[in-house]
């Protein structure tokens, strides 16, 4: 008698345990680090002026009315193909004015 009783009650919260676990994880990646957010606060000063330095290396390009792969790339000194490497996720096909791409890493 005593067995389906403790099972009845440890397999629940072993559930619930697991599931609360993995949503706090799956919540978790999708942050970012609070040294790379602007207005970070609690992160030292040596922190956040190494992580503006990486952000003001990291160009980029707006797309412009009627602006093609090509044309960006004369205009940045760049080649498509660089300019493809940098920007996985853009349709070079599909251009809207207004987009950012990355000219450099």
């Known amino acids: 008698m005593q067995a ?3 099972v009845r009650w440890t397999l629940p919260a072993l559930l619930l345990t697991l599931v609360i676990g993995a949503l706090l994880i ?11 957010r602007p207005g970070a606060s609690g992160s030292s000063g040596a922190q956040k ?3 503006s ?3 003001a290396k990291a ?4 797309v412009r009315r ?3 792969i ?3 790339a004369r205009r940045t000194k760049r080649t498509e193909i ?6 996985p996720n853009v349709d070079p096909r599909a251009l809207r004015a207004g987009q950012r791409l990355k000219i450099s890493p």
């Open 70 to 72: 090509t044309a960006i």
């Open 4 to 6: 389906p009783r403790i």
């Open 59 to 62: 160009r980029r390009s707006t």
């Open 82 to 87: 660089e300019l493809l490497k940098l920007n």
């Open 66 to 68: 009627g602006d093609t």
């Open 26 to 36: 799956v919540a978790a990646s999708g942050r970012e680090e609070p040294s790379e």
């Open 53 to 55: 330095r990486k952000r």
């Open 49 to 51: 002026s190494t992580s």
